[in-house]
């Protein structure tokens, strides 16, 4: 398992698989470590969960899992024993030695219940030793309801008073307490609770049904369940490690239980976060499965951001490099060719019934577009920024035979550090040369300038609509033009247009199925006896 996941859920009750299907539904890698341990494995129903009432817990939980599983995400039956910082993510260990990393992580490890010290009481935890009403009132209404007063006096009244609600026969066991406060009895005598002074004991139980406690003094009172007030303690070991450390929760002023302080997201520290039990002691199974799509969401949302912030780091990266000579160098080598052999069609189509003359191809490549202006009788400038590129277009020249390659002239240069020649060329072709914005027209104006009058200026660019198709282009957008803005940057009084065009042509998307791109297609005569280049702005 040494594997890394976008998300580790550490608990696999409602609050852990609720995260983890709203993480898996959104395409992120999600495993789902649980030990096995649900706090509600006594009882017998989930209650007050909407389209699922009454469902027994195991049975919600086998649900939540075959969910989780269908949309892409893991479930491992297991143990976290550590967690750490690692890097930019976390390094965990799990029992039985496997390692695994996590980008981010979501605690849903609930709470135990800490029952008072009474024999009997927790092997009937969740069946007639119960806690919340609205987990359990129905299913004893009208029942005799014993609440045992196993701490703070204003719990046990909050809880007796609540229990009433269900059923008229709830009376106080005061476990020796002191004595109550009188607006206390008058409460419980307005509500005609009774009040049973002395220690409980014990528990009567005939046929594994619980029939009433034992006092100290020997007297059984007769209860149909009883009603305890556990303490809440969170199950946060695991986070020991990162720092993150629960708080008391306090009811009345007096301390009821622990959990994770975290934010309304679920968000404990960075890269953390926490849902269910062990960030609200109060949440039943519904609300801690909402935590958890709540939790879940916010990690997406986090992991969304921050490869948001990487790809622009990239993009700022590629944009003032992959046009360099150090990447076209890369480029170059990393392939024995990377262009088809072929002339590009623009050039074919534009090209094929001018005069021969002198002629700059620019960005030169592996040599096509300069050889095949070459066999048509034109001296050709092939001026490139990889010696690579211009090493093989040299012997692609040579193959076509010393006329051809007599022809051209292969120069090594970056035009926008050595600008060519104002007014010496009668053809000057780019084709596909994409850079940023001020750097192209700045670019785009030095070629300009380099035609002859009378010459032919001509560029060719991958048009912006290539970035809708299934072509999957380099998603530069600032680097993609159009032929109406090249246009736009030259002086009427100074060029004629003849061509401003987007031209369609076959071509294979990266999965080899057939589709179209479009060639933003710029041609411009550079009218005799005029010398300016550009439009001024």
């Not at 008073?161 to 109550?180: A, F």
């Not at 240069?413 to 596909?432: F, I, M, N, T």
Request: hydrophobic residues 45%; contains cysteine; negative net charge.
């Amino acid at each position: 398992m040494e594997q890394t996941y976008d998300v580790v859920v550490i608990g696999g009750g409602a609050a852990g698989l609720a995260g983890a299907l709203a993480l898996a539904r959104a395409r992120r890698s999600v495993l789902v470590v649980d030990d096995g341990t649900p706090r509600n494995a006594p009882a017998d129903r989930v209650h007050n969960y909407l389209g699922r009432e009454s469902t027994p817990p195991a049975e919600l939980i086998a649900d939540g899992r075959a969910e989780v599983t269908r949309y892409g995400g893991e479930i491992h039956a297991g143990r976290v024993e550590t967690v750490a910082r690692d890097g930019d993510g976390f390094r965990l260990s799990l029992d039985g030695g496997a390692e695994l990393r996590a980008r981010r992580l979501l605690v849903t490890t609930g709470l135990v219940d800490e029952l008072p010290e009474l024999p009997g009481l927790a092997q009937r935890w969740g069946r007639d030793v119960l806690h919340c009403p609205y987990c359990h009132g129905w299913e004893v209404r009208d029942r005799r309801i014993g609440v045992l007063v196993s701490g703070p006096t204003a719990v046990a009244m909050h809880q007796v008073n609540l229990w009433r609600q269900w059923s008229p026969q709830v009376m106080l066991l005061t476990q020796d307490g002191p004595p109550l406060e009188p607006s206390d009895a008058e409460q419980l005598a307005a509500r005609a609770i009774p009040v049973v002074p002395g220690r409980v004991t014990g528990l009567e139980i005939a046929d594994d049904t619980l029939t009433g406690v034992r006092l100290a003094s020997g007297e059984v009172v007769a209860l149909d369940a009883v009603v305890v007030a556990p303490r809440f303690t969170a199950r946060a070991g695991v986070l020991e490690s990162l720092g993150v450390k629960p708080v008391d929760v306090e009811m009345g002023g007096h301390v009821v239980g622990s959990q994770i302080p975290a934010d309304p997201s679920g968000l404990a520290v960075p890269g953390v976060w926490v849902a269910g039990n062990v960030a609200d002691v109060r949440a039943q199974v519904i609300s801690a499965a909402a935590s958890g799509l709540l939790a879940g969401a916010a990690i997406n949302a986090d992991l969304v951001a921050e490869e948001t912030r990487d790809a622009v780091e990239s993009y700022r990266h590629q944009v003032r490099t992959m046009f360099e000579r150090d990447a076209w160098e890369e480029r170059y080598r990393a392939r024995p060719a990377i262009w088809s052999g072929r002339p590009n069609p623009q050039l074919v189509a534009e090209a094929a019934d001018l005069a021969p003359g002198r002629a700059l191809d620019v960005g030169s490549g592996e040599g096509a577009d300069a050889i095949w202006l070459a066999e048509r009788g034109w001296r050709v400038t092939g001026v490139d920024i990889s010696t690579t590129a211009l090493g093989r277009a040299a012997a692609h020249a040579s193959a076509a035979g010393a006329e051809v390659a007599g022809r051209i002239e292969w120069l090594h240069a970056d035009l926008r550090e050595q600008p060519p020649a104002e007014g010496r060329y009668d053809l000057v072709s780019a084709q596909y040369m994409h850079l940023p914005g001020e750097a192209r027209r700045e670019l785009f104006a030095r070629l300009a300038a380099a035609v002859a009058p009378g010459g032919t200026l001509l560029i060719v660019g991958h048009h912006p609509s290539d970035l809708r198709t299934s072509a999957h282009r380099m998603h530069f957008p600032e680097m993609m033009y159009t032929a109406e803005e090249i246009a736009s940057g030259l002086d009427p009084s100074t060029w004629t247009v003849l061509t401003v065009d987007a031209r369609s042509r076959p071509a294979a998307d990266p999965e080899g199925h057939p589709g179209e791109v479009s060639d933003a297609v710029l041609v411009a005569r550079r009218r005799a006896g005029q010398s300016g280049a550009v439009r001024s702005e």
